[in-house]
Antibody, heavy 124, light 107 residues
C-alpha cells in the first residue's frame, strides 16, 4: 500500500525556519518525481515545489522561490522541504504528493497519492 | 504564470443530478489538465488526469473533457459521497497552478 506521511510542522515565529519531511513507503520511491503543495486555512490549493526522481531537476512556485529548498533521500525513502525566512502567509497545511504517470510512463504533473498533510503556523 | 478560473464557485445539487463544472486557463495548456476532489480535513484525490483519463479506482460517473483553454468535469449522477470541493490544475508549465475550486453541496 502506497503511503506518504508528512511530519515536522508546528508553530514558528516570523523569520524562522522549519524542515518538513515526507516518509514514503509501498512503492519504489527512487522511481517517482515528487511534489509539495500547500493549503492555507479555508483557502485553495497552491503548488509550491517539484523534484525529479533523481533530484536533478527542481522547480519552485514564485511565492517560495529563494526561501524554500526541496530535497530527497532516495536511500531513505524521504522527501524534504526546508523552509527559511517564514512569513505569516506561509501558514498552511503542507502536503507531499507522488507524481502521476500516464499509461506511457509520461509525467502528467498531477499527484496520484497524497499524504495527510502537516500544519505549519507562522505567528509571533 | 497560467491563471486558472472555475465556474461556478459553488453549486447546490441533489442526489442523482448531473453536475458540470467548468475550468478555463489563461492560455493553452493543451491536455495537461487534472481534476481533484477534496473533502474537509482530507487530502485532495485525483479524479481525472490529462483532461479526460479516469484515475484508477474513480467511479465512471466522473468524466473530463476539453483541450486548450476550456475544460469540463461532469458527474453524471451525483451521489452522497460526491459532495465536496473540486479543483482543476494545469500542469503544462511551471508554476503549476490550481483553479480556485468549486464547492458542491446538498440542495
Amino acid at each position: 500500500e502506497v503511503q506518504l506521511v508528512e511530519s515536522g510542522g508546528g508553530l514558528v515565529q516570523p523569520g524562522g525556519s522549519l524542515r518538513l519531511s515526507c516518509a514514503a513507503s509501498g512503492f519504489i520511491f527512487s522511481s517517482f518525481d515528487m511534489h509539495w503543495i500547500r493549503q492555507a486555512p479555508g483557502k485553495g490549493l497552491e503548488w509550491i515545489s517539484y523534484i525529479s526522481s533523481s533530484g536533478t531537476t527542481i522547480y519552485y512556485g514564485d511565492s517560495v522561490k529563494g526561501r524554500f529548498t526541496i530535497s530527497r533521500d532516495n536511500a531513505g525513502n524521504a522527501l524534504y522541504l526546508q523552509m527559511n525566512s517564514l512569513r505569516a502567509e506561509d501558514t498552511a497545511v503542507y502536503f507531499c504528493a507522488r507524481e502521476k504517470y500516464d499509461s506511457n510512463d509520461y509525467s502528467t504533473g498531477g499527484g496520484d497519492y497524497w499524504g495527510q498533510g502537516t500544519l505549519v503556523t507562522v505567528s509571533s | 504564470d497560467i491563471q486558472m478560473t472555475q465556474s461556478p464557485s459553488s453549486l447546490s445539487a441533489s442526489v442523482g443530478d448531473r453536475v458540470t463544472i467548468t475550468c478555463r486557463a489563461s492560455q493553452s495548456v493543451t491536455h495537461y489538465l487534472n481534476w481533484y476532489q477534496q473533502k474537509p480535513g482530507k487530502a485532495p484525490r485525483l479524479l481525472i488526469y490529462t483532461a479526460s483519463s479516469l484515475q484508477s479506482g474513480v467511479p465512471s460517473r466522473f468524466s473530463g473533457s476539453g483541450s486548450g483553454t476550456d475544460f469540463t468535469l461532469t458527474i453524471t449522477s451525483l451521489q452522497p459521497e460526491d459532495f465536496a470541493t473540486y479543483y482543476c490544475q494545469q500542469t503544462y508549465s511551471t508554476p503549476l497552478t490550481f483553479g480556485p475550486g468549486t464547492k458542491v453541496d446538498i440542495k
